[in-house]
T-cell receptor, first 115, second 111 residues
Framework: DAGVTQTPRHEVAEKGQTIILKCEPV?????LFWYRQTKIQGLELLSYFRSKSLMEDGGAFKDRFKAEMLNSSFSTLKIQPTEPKDSAVYLC?????????????FGEGSKLTVL | QQQVRQSPQSLTVWEGETAILNCSYEDSTFDYFPWYHQFPGESPALLIAIRPVSNKKEDGRFTIFFNKREKKFSLHIADSQPGDSATYFC??????????FGKGTHLHVLP
């Protein structure tokens, strides 16, 4: 079984640009999460989908961050416009909410650098 | 307030010692408490998890202690090994819903 796939693995953007990060969850998983990881803040929740419906939009991240789930096997995270403080690793994770362990399966992440 | 607080930020222990990592929360709706570990260059992976029906969960050298009254839980790593050196994140989830993570503890185990 394929795990969570994220693309691109690395992205360099100029301040003000629009970037789109992509995620393919584990097949059959009905929950999908986007997190931002930095050394200072750790793992911050950006968005949470269940069966393609947006359940949480990450509060403080609403204004420039927009996650979408176009179908059950593909999600995007758009950052528009980018700022240098957005430099971080963006992690996508999926979960089968019916699975007893409640385990999140993480992708390898997309490292974003904003100049 | 849906936050998970984690301490210490960094912890160094000698090989063979027990490392203790701590977390606390405020929201009483949280009912699932996992710990994830992350090695350099890798993504977080589930290590062990507990639900409040019990106050202790063991898996080999790793034990979660849970105190529902004080809203605290901790991870004890017995007989720490250099290979345990990693970042450990505690987390909490209300009713199989979103998962909120602490800021992480960087564990260094010295040989």
């Amino acid at each position: 079984d394929a795990g969570v796939t994220q693309t691109p693995r690395h992205e360099v953007a100029e301040k003000g640009q629009t970037i789109i990060l992509k995620c393919e969850p584990v097949s059959g998983h009905n929950d999908l999460f986007w997190y931002r990881q930095t050394k200072i803040q750790g793992l911050e929740l950006l968005s949470y989908f269940r069966s393609k419906s947006l359940m949480e939009d990450g509060g403080a991240f609403k204004d420039r961050f927009k996650a979408e789930m176009l179908n059950s096997s593909f999600s995007t995270l758009k950052i528009q416009p980018t700022e240098p403080k957005d430099s971080a690793v963006y992690l996508c994770a999926s979960r089968d909410w019916g699975e007893d362990t409640g385990q999140l399966y993480f992708g390898e992440g997309s490292k974003l650098t904003v100049l | 307030q849906q936050q998970v607080r984690q301490s210490p930020q960094s912890l160094t222990v000698w090989e063979g010692e027990t490392a203790i990592l701590n977390c606390s929360y405020e929201d009483s709706t949280f009912d699932y408490f996992p710990w994830y570990h992350q090695f350099p260059g890798e993504s977080p992976a589930l290590l062990i998890a507990i639900r409040p029906v019990s106050n202790k969960k063991e898996d080999g050298r790793f034990t979660i202690f849970f105190n529902k009254r004080e809203k605290k839980f901790s991870l004890h790593i017995a007989d720490s090994q250099p290979g345990d050196s990693a970042t450990y994140f505690c987390a909490a989830s209300p009713n199989a819903y979103k998962v909120i993570f602490g800021k992480g503890t960087h564990l260094h185990v010295l040989p």
